[in-house]
């Protein structure tokens, strides 16, 4: 065993506590460092944000549906030529305008939080008329085996 005397218990003390203090402003300058004031010039073919955030959401929407089978049952389809041509613009457009908002990345998040919200509501009120529908397709089959069940317990009646 190797047992430490005083002295040595107090260096290794302080050599912790100053390895903390570097790698606390190591870390410090690291974030600082990263934060960018870089704002890119609008291009001048720029996407309106009401248009983006619309844009934006469809474009998820056809994203999270590539691997979703349509009623042709067919699966990984790549939908967003669909999302550029309804909004009528091309793939390097989004991709400026998109470039552009990125660089203001207050104004970035917002819209991203603003599309994740209708988003959510959307899935919500698609969920609710999904219950309904499969709500009333239970009764309907409970009922229809209610039906069967009758007739079955008619016809055991009348084997006795």
């Given amino acids: 065993m190797v047992y430490l005397t005083t002295k040595q218990k107090?260096?290794?003390?302080l050599l912790t506590d100053n390895m903390k203090k570097i790698s606390y402003l190591?870390?410090?300058v690291f974030l600082v460092s990263c934060t960018s004031n870089t704002i890119f010039k609008k291009p001048e073919d720029?996407?309106?944000?009401?248009?983006?955030?619309?844009?934006?959401?469809?474009?998820?929407i056809a994203s999270s549906s590539k691997f979703v089978?349509?009623?042709?049952?067919?699966s990984k389809i790549n939908y967003m030529s669909f999302v550029y041509d309804k909004y009528k613009i091309d793939s390097?457009?989004?991709?400026?305008?998109?470039f552009y908002y990125?660089?203001?990345?207050?104004?970035?998040?917002?819209?991203i939080d603003d599309v994740k919200k209708r988003l959510e509501?959307?899935?919500?009120?698609?969920?609710?008329?999904s219950d309904k529908k499969?709500?009333?397709?239970?009764?309907?089959?409970?009922?229809?085996?209610?039906?069967?069940?009758?007739?079955?317990s008619i016809k055991g009646l009348k084997k006795k």
């Avoid at 107090?10 to 003390?13: I, R, S």
């Avoid at 720029?46 to 998820?60: A, F, H, Q, S, V």
Wanted: aromatic share 6%; charged share 35%.
């Fill in 10 to 13: 107090v260096n290794d003390l």
């Fill in 26 to 28: 190591l870390l410090f």
């Fill in 46 to 60: 720029l996407i309106p944000k009401d248009t983006m955030m619309l844009l934006i959401e469809d474009m998820m």
């Fill in 69 to 74: 089978k349509n009623k042709n049952n067919e």
């Fill in 92 to 98: 390097s457009r989004f991709k400026r305008s998109n």
């Fill in 102 to 111: 990125i660089s203001e990345i207050d104004l970035y998040g917002e819209m």
């Fill in 121 to 129: 509501e959307k899935k919500s009120f698609y969920k609710k008329i």
């Fill in 134 to 152: 499969d709500s009333i397709t239970n009764d309907s089959i409970l009922k229809s085996n209610k039906i069967l069940l009758k007739v079955d």
